[in-house]
T-cell receptor
Framework: RKEVEQDPGPFNVPEGATVAFNCTYS??????FFWYRQDCRKEPKLLMS???SGNEDGRFTAQLNRASQYISLLIRDSKLSDSATYLC???????????FGAGTRLAVHP | DTGVSQNPRHKITKRGQNVTFRCDPI?????LYWYRQTLGQGPEFLTY????????KSRLLSDRFSAERPKGSFSTLEIQRTEQGDSAMYLC?????????????FGPGTRLLVL
């Protein structure tokens, strides 16, 4: 079983749609959680950290459920520019390495 | 540009050759990480430096791989006797080193193709 699992997609949605990505992780000792965005043939870039209380950044909302070891990302009012791969990332407890999911690809069309 | 830089950006080599990649982290970032990403997968951790000390190495880092950060600034990743399975994007990241766990900033990567 992979340490971080994501639905690979792709998710094909029209502009303005709301889309949700889910992620599960296996290491209950994980302390930090992130969503990174990766454009085609580019490096991953931090989209947002995920906090236990849930957090929002504009059109993006992230949720964490530690009991279920589940992370989600909600994108509202999708834009063409949101088309990318979204990587669910956890940081193992006490270690500095990031553990990435395989990513969920999003394609937003006009 | 004060971000993480990597050189070269692309490298094509023949099987059996040695290659070396360089990473320059963000200035004053004490921690430096190497990851490898293959097509359709997320990045996988290879190794991590705190200043010049290499503190963790993944099982993925076989004996053919070696990484250094001699003065605690830039780092090099060398692959000896390259194999076709080494073809991947090699990503470097850095972080401040002020907290146990903190945001990592990635460089643009070096894309390696082994023929």
């Amino acid at each position: 079983r992979k340490e971080v699992e994501q639905d690979p997609g792709p998710f094909n949605v029209p502009e303005g749609a709301t889309v949700a990505f889910n992620c599960t992780y296996s290491n209950s000792a994980s302390q930090s959680f992130f969503w990174y965005r990766q454009d085609c043939r580019k490096e991953p870039k931090l989209l947002m950290s995920v906090y236990s209380s849930g957090n929002e950044d504009g059109r993006f909302t992230a949720q964490l459920n530690r009991a279920s070891q589940y992370i989600s990302l909600l994108i509202r009012d999708s834009k063409l520019s949101d088309s990318a791969t979204y990587l669910c990332v956890v940081n193992g407890g006490g270690y500095n390495k990031l553990i990435f999911g395989a990513g969920t690809r999003l394609a937003v069309h006009p | 540009d004060t971000g993480v830089s990597q050189n070269p950006r692309h490298k094509i080599t023949k099987r059996g050759q040695n290659v070396t990649f360089r990473c320059d982290p963000i200035s004053e970032h004490n921690r430096l990480y190497w990851y490898r990403q293959t097509l359709g997968q997320g990045p996988e951790f290879l190794t991590y430096f705190q200043n010049e000390a290499q503190l963790e190495k993944s099982r993925l880092l076989s004996d053919r791989f070696s990484a250094e950060r001699p003065k605690g600034s830039f780092s090099t990743l060398e692959i000896q006797r390259t194999e076709q399975g080494d073809s991947a994007m090699y990503l470097c990241a850095s972080s401040r080193g002020l907290a146990i766990q903190e945001t990592q900033y990635f460089g643009p990567g070096t894309r390696l193709l082994v023929l």
